[in-house]
């Protein structure tokens, strides 16, 4: 009960701003044309009904409230503020009511009838967008399903098939033999938990429109973080670094960053065959962060770039001799993280040999952002 009453709260307080929101855009609109009519009034001849302008000047002052406005409500409403404050104050004689005037009700239809129309046609430009958000994210949960249960059944087969072979063989196994099949169960596990690792992140991605929280943090120590983490399973890979030498400060979410950086360093070497050495390379330009990393492997088939990241990649499509180690899951995971960060992410061959992935997210203040599509 509790749990309902604060979800109840929290939609009536989300409403109540919404409709804040909406009014002060609707009367901003309206003081706007109102204040402008009301600088060109000086220009009118005394007597005269008044000028095209103003009329006009509502008109597309009505236009943009309904277009930056949820439903017919406030698009109506301005409607009607225009009328009357047409009517009222830039209609001779001045501050005064008069509905005698020629043409006063075909202003009224004009003004109202595009309040309707723009409200309606908004109103259903935004229901297909929804709609088709809606299809992409369904689309991305049954990419993502489908890649998680072919990735956790092939490692969950391997160790119960080594589990397995061990408790019914265990007398009989020399200890070299005992101890690679320990390490299979090892490995298995590993790959596992970074399976487990990439669900997590994406459940950090809150709510339908992909909001997070950002903080600032030390690109260098999200870095270095990350390669830690990275070393612990891969000893042996060489990564070197390059960035500013002077101290770089962005607000991101910096357990999501590190786990993209980390799925791109095991992409390196999972799946590059014969990649030595990783590098990672940081920049800033034009009020952006990019990331890159580098390898010196095999690179990427030209035909898999075009849908790298969207989870459809299926067991050797990406590497034809590795038929369990499916990446396509990871990068799925790295372009939600840098889309919910309001960046981008894309991949390439290197003219040197090897392949690049690289992305980039707002150089903006810490605060809470998200991603609308």
């Excluded at 487990?196 to 030390?218: K, P, Y």
């Excluded at 990783?278 to 690179?299: L, S």
């Excluded at 309001?342 to 707002?362: D, L, Q, T």
């Amino acid at each position: 009960m509790k749990i309902k009453y604060s979800e109840n709260r929290t939609q009536r307080i989300f409403q109540w701003k919404k409709a804040v929101r909406h009014s002060a855009v609707t009367f901003s609109f309206l003081g706007a044309a109102t204040l402008i009519c009301f600088g060109l009034q000086r220009f009118e001849i005394e007597g005269s009904q008044v000028g095209t302008h103003v009329p006009l000047l509502y008109v597309l002052a009505v236009l943009l409230i309904s277009r930056y406005t949820e439903g017919y409500l406030y698009g109506i409403v301005a409607s009607m503020i225009s009328v009357v404050a047409v009517n009222y104050a830039f209609t001779y004689p001045y501050f005064a009511f008069n509905f005698t005037i020629t043409g006063y009700p075909i202003t009224f239809i004009v003004l109202l009838a595009v309040a309707l129309f723009v409200s309606t046609l908004t109103t259903q430009i935004k229901e297909k967008e929804l709609i088709r958000l809606e299809a992409e994210k369904e689309k991305m949960r049954g990419n993502l399903l489908r890649a998680v249960s072919h990735d956790i059944r092939t490692p969950l087969t391997s160790i119960l098939g080594s589990a397995s072979g061990m408790i019914d063989n265990y007398d009989s196994l020399e200890k070299s033999q005992k101890i690679e099949l320990l390490e299979d169960i090892r490995e298995e596990a590993q790959w596992l938990i970074r399976i487990v690792e990439n669900l997590l992140s994406v459940t950090r991605i809150n709510g339908e429109r992909a909001r997070i929280s950002t903080t600032e943090e030390v690109v260098e120590e999200i870095i270095s973080g990350a390669v830690v983490k990275f070393e612990k399973r891969f000893p042996e890979a060489e990564i070197r670094i390059d960035m500013p030498q002077d101290m770089l400060l962005v607000a991101m979410d910096g357990i999501l960053i590190e786990q993209v950086l980390v799925n791109l360093f095991e992409n390196a070497i999972l799946h590059g065959k014969t990649t030595k050495n990783i590098t990672v390379r940081v920049w800033e330009e034009k009020n952006r962060v990019y990331f890159a990393v580098e390898d010196d492997g095999e690179g990427i088939k030209e035909n898999i770039l075009p849908i790298l990241f969207d989870g459809q990649l299926q067991s050797g499509q990406y590497d034809e001799y590795d038929t369990k180690r499916n990446m396509g899951i990871g990068l799925s995971v790295c372009m939600s993280i840098v889309k919910a960060h309001k960046g981008m992410m894309k991949a390439e061959n290197r003219k040197e040999g090897g392949a690049r992935f690289y992305f980039w997210i707002p150089a903006e203040s810490a605060g809470e952002y998200g991603n609308q599509g």
